[in-house]
C-alpha cells in the first residue's frame, strides 16, 4: 500500500511559482503511476496530471498545459508537481495520487494524500 504526503502549498501573487512534492512511503515507489488531481470550493475534483513509474512519460490537463509540469525521483520516493505562471483559477486544493493502473491514475486512482492548499491572489 501506498501513503501520500504532500507539502508545499501555500499562498501566491498571480504570475508566481509554486511547487508541490509528495512523498510516497512503502518500497514499491517506482511501480506505481503518480498523479495530482485538484478541487477548488464548490468543484467537483479536476484530474491535473500523472507520471509514468520511471518518469519517461507525462500527460497533464489542457487547463495547465505549458504551465505545470509532473517529475519524480525514485530514489526518493517523491513526486513533484511544479507550477507556473499561476492564475487565480489554479487556487484549489492539491491531492497527490498514485495507482498501480494507468487508466485509474487518470480516473479513479487508488491511493490519496490529504491534500495541500494552493491560494493564487490577482
Known amino acids: 500500500q501506498a501513503q501520500l504526503v504532500e507539502s508545499g502549498g501555500g499562498l501566491v501573487q498571480a504570475g508566481g511559482s509554486l511547487r508541490l512534492s509528495c512523498a510516497a512511503s512503502?518500497?514499491?515507489?517506482?511501480?506505481?503511476?503518480m498523479g495530482w488531481f485538484r478541487q477548488a470550493p464548490g468543484n467537483e475534483r479536476e484530474f491535473v496530471g500523472f507520471?509514468?513509474?520511471?518518469?519517461?512519460?507525462?500527460h497533464v490537463a489542457d487547463s495547465v498545459k505549458g504551465r505545470f509540469t509532473i517529475s519524480r525521483d525514485n530514489a526518493k520516493s517523491t513526486v513533484y508537481l511544479q507550477m507556473n505562471s499561476l492564475k487565480p483559477e489554479d487556487t484549489a486544493v492539491y491531492y497527490c495520487?498514485?495507482?498501480?493502473?494507468?487508466?485509474?491514475?487518470?480516473?479513479?486512482?487508488?491511493?490519496w494524500g490529504q491534500g495541500t492548499q494552493v491560494t493564487v491572489s490577482s
Open positions: 495520487t498514485a495507482d498501480r493502473e494507468a487508466h485509474r491514475i487518470v480516473t479513479a486512482p487508488g491511493y
Open positions: 512503502g518500497r514499491t515507489f517506482s511501480t506505481y503511476y
Open positions: 507520471i509514468n513509474w520511471s518518469g519517461g512519460a507525462t
